[in-house]
């Protein structure tokens, strides 16, 4: 089995600044790309930033320059460091993998599309 932790999450006055994380953990054999979504009420899902194994990185145009994503391989981690932060930022963020291979003890699973629990980021003065 594998899960996926985020943390990071709570209330931050405009301007400030959060830094969300997300660990995976289990026999993990491998990732690939791995990003963050967020959900505002009665809102859909959106793609906040993505990020390739590699280092490659993808930004939704309303957070370019003022978010980053980053992971660190060998802790199969990965960051969202959010500045200058709105109330437009209110939302629930969602860690997400595109494909995950884990060791069962007999075989290697992919799952794809695998998600987090979710944690709340709110900005309000």
């Known amino acids: 089995q594998v899960q996926l932790v985020e943390s990071g999450g709570g209330l931050v006055q405009p301007g400030g600044s959060l830094r969300l994380s997300c660990a995976a953990s289990?026999?993990?054999?491998?990732?690939?790309?791995m990003g963050w979504y967020r959900q505002a009420p009665g809102e859909q899902r959106e793609l906040v930033a993505t990020i390739t194994s590699g280092g490659s990185t993808n930004y939704a145009d309303s957070v370019k320059g003022r978010f980053t994503i980053s992971r660190d391989n060998a802790k199969n981690t990965v960051y969202l460091q959010m500045n200058s932060l709105k109330p437009e930022d209110t939302a629930v963020y969602y860690c997400?993998?595109?494909?995950?291979?884990?060791?069962?003890?007999?075989?290697?699973?992919?799952?794809?599309?695998?998600w987090g629990q979710g944690t709340q980021v709110t900005v309000s003065s």
């Open positions: 997400n993998v595109h494909r995950i291979t884990y060791y069962t003890g007999s075989y290697y699973r992919p799952i794809d599309d695998y």
């Open positions: 289990g026999s993990i054999f491998s990732i690939n790309a």
